[in-house]
Structures are given as structure tokens and as C-alpha cells.
């Protein structure tokens, strides 16, 4: 029987080890910013985007993780470690705890944690490139990551979500912000992985019908987390969301109804998943979605 938990623990290994290799060594640039690169990169992760691109590497018949995915996995954290420290920052959301450790710019000042996170940022994409997969695909990754942290992406549902803060709640505003500033990115980690070992086009369309719904499915359950969530489970303060006056689910539609929405998109992803790969292939996908749905942390 499949155990999704060693199915997790071990890929989250190889992620670390791999991260810890790419990442610049102690020589290659100023040792404020490296130690600033890693402190939030090893604070603790899930490493869920990464886990993503592996399974949808591996359930497209990838057969070579280390040389052909693993740098776009571990480029892939590095983005969304970047965002994070960006987003903890005063003038985002001015948060003092992430991954249960004291936010990068509480520990090395505002100018080093912007500065961290630029670097994560470019070196995501030189670790991305030293993937041996061929050039057309490379260019297909980039083209799916890009796509979902640019405007129409991770950066535009930034500005709704800052510039939503104490608006009259509208769904309109809330389906917009989750679908770009998080779902997106968890969409195109799956694809990726589905892009690296060639996939096929219809399957490329399965994870991105999948993706979308695993996506806004966890930023709904990240948005009742930050309502009944427990803080030392989290690993970040929590009731910063209603504090704050987002634009979430449960202020829009409350938390029922929230928790019927996630469950119904977590149904309709595992569905799908089932009807193309069946439910022994698919197991990790699926014992994925329901973590996401289900998880306190
Ligand atoms: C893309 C150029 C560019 C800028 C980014 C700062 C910013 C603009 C966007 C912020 C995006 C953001 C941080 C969204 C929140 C997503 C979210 C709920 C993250 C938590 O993810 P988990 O639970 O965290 O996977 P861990 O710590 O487990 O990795």
C-alpha cells in the first residue's frame, strides 16, 4: 500500500540536498547575503511546489530526476522562498514570523532581506537552466513559470491583494487574487514537471485543470488556516488576514462555505487525476490534493 509519507520524507531529502549543492558557496558573493539566502530557504519548507514538479516529472515517465528536474524543482523553491521574504516585508505584509523562525528581515534588516530574496530570485533561474532536458522544452518551462509569477500572475494578484486591503469583500477580487498570486505558481510546478519528461498534450492539460484546482484549493485552506489555524503548527502569526482587511474566502463567503469549496475542488482534482492515470499511478497526486485540503499546517 502507498505511503505517502516516506513518499514525501524521501523527496523532501533529495530537494534539501539538492538545494543545499545549488545554492552559491561560501566563496562565490558576500556572506551576509548567502547566510540571508539560506535562512529562509532551510527554515523548514514543505517543499510542496518541488514535490509537485517531481510527481508530475515521474507520472509523465521522467526517468532521470537528478540531471533533468531536480534543477527546475529546487529553482522553482527558490522563487517561492523569494516571494515569501518579500511578502514579510513592512511595506507587504509586515509579518515577524515565517516557517517558525523570525522573518529574514527581522534577523538581517529590511536592505539584506530585500537583497536575499533578489538573489534567490536570479539564481532560481541559472540553477533552472543547468536541467540537461532539451532546449525546447527548457524554454517551455521558463515560458509556464514566467507566465505564472508575472503580471497576469504572482506579481498581479500581489497588487490586488495589497491594494484590496479594506475593501468592501468582493468575489470577483478574491477568485482573482487566489488564482494569480498562488495558484498559478502551484499550476505551473506541476506542469513543469509534466513539460520536463515530455509529456503529451492532453496530460499537460490534466495537470493544468488539476493544477488550477489544487492552487485555489490551497490558498482556501490558507485563508481558514490564518482564522483557526494554530500558530505553533503554522509556523507564522495567525488572524494577520482579518487584521489586515484581505480579501479572503472565508470573509467573502465565511468559513462553511469556504471548507465546502475547498472540498469540492479537492474532489473534482482527484476525479480527474483517477480517470487518467487510476488510482495506483495517481496515488501520489492524490494523497497529495488530500493533504492539501486537510492540512493543519
Ligand atoms: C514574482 C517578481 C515577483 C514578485 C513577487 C511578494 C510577491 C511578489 C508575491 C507574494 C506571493 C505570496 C507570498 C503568496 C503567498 C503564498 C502562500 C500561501 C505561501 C505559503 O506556502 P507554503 O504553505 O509555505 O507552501 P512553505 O513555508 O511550506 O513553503
Redesign the pocket.
Known amino acids: 500500500m502507498f505511503n505517502f509519507q516516506n513518499y514525501w520524507k524521501a523527496r523532501q531529502k533529495i530537494v534539501n540536498e539538492a538545494l543545499d549543492e545549488y545554492l552559491p558557496s561560501d566563496s562565490s558573493g558576500p556572506r551576509v547575503l548567502i547566510d540571508a539566502m539560506r535562512y529562509t530557504l532551510f527554515a523548514?519548507?514543505?517543499?510542496?511546489?518541488p514535490l509537485l514538479a517531481i510527481i508530475g516529472y515521474e507520472l509523465s515517465g521522467g526517468k532521470n530526476l537528478r540531471d533533468e528536474l531536480l534543477p527546475i524543482a529546487c529553482g522553482i523553491e527558490m522563487?517561492?522562498t523569494f516571494?515569501?521574504i518579500?511578502?514579510d516585508l513592512p511595506a507587504?505584509d509586515n509579518d515577524d514570523f515565517?516557517?517558525g523562525k523570525p522573518t529574514n528581515h527581522k534577523v538581517f534588516g529590511e536592505a539584506i532581506a530585500i537583497l536575499a530574496g533578489d538573489a534567490l530570485?536570479g539564481h532560481a533561474f541559472y540553477t533552472m537552466v543547468r536541467s540537461t532536458i532539451p532546449p525546447d522544452r527548457m524554454v517551455q518551462v521558463i515560458r509556464e513559470i514566467t507566465d505564472a509569477?508575472g503580471l497576469d500572475g504572482?506579481?498581479g494578484?500581489?497588487v490586488a491583494d495589497v491594494t484590496g486591503e479594506n475593501k468592501e469583500p468582493s468575489a470577483e477580487i478574491v477568485r482573482y487574487i487566489h488564482s494569480r498570486?498562488?495558484g498559478k505558481f502551484i499550476r505551473a510546478s506541476l506542469k513543469a514537471g509534466g513539460i520536463a519528461a515530455g509529456a503529451p498534450e492532453n496530460i499537460l492539460d490534466v495537470f493544468h485543470s488539476v493544477g488550477d484546482k489544487i492552487g485555489l484549493t490551497?490558498?482556501i485552506v490558507?485563508d481558514i488556516l490564518d482564522e483557526i489555524g494554530d500558530k505553533s503548527k503554522l509556523?507564522k502569526s495567525v488572524g494577520k488576514d482579518r487584521e489586515s482587511g484581505k480579501q479572503t474566502y472565508v470573509r467573502v463567503f465565511g468559513l462553511e462555505k469556504a471548507k465546502k469549496e475547498a472540498s469540492r475542488l479537492a474532489s473534482e482534482a482527484i476525479s480527474e487525476v483517477e480517470d487518467t492515470f487510476g488510482k495506483t499511478t495517481g496515488a501520489p497526486l492524490i494523497s497529495l490534493i488530500k493533504f492539501i485540503v486537510e492540512r493543519n499546517y
Open positions: 523548514g519548507g514543505k517543499r510542496l511546489r522563487i517561492h516571494s515569501l518579500h511578502d507587504m515565517r516557517r530570485f509569477i504572482m506579481l494578484g500581489q498570486k498562488t490551497f490558498q490558507d509556523g
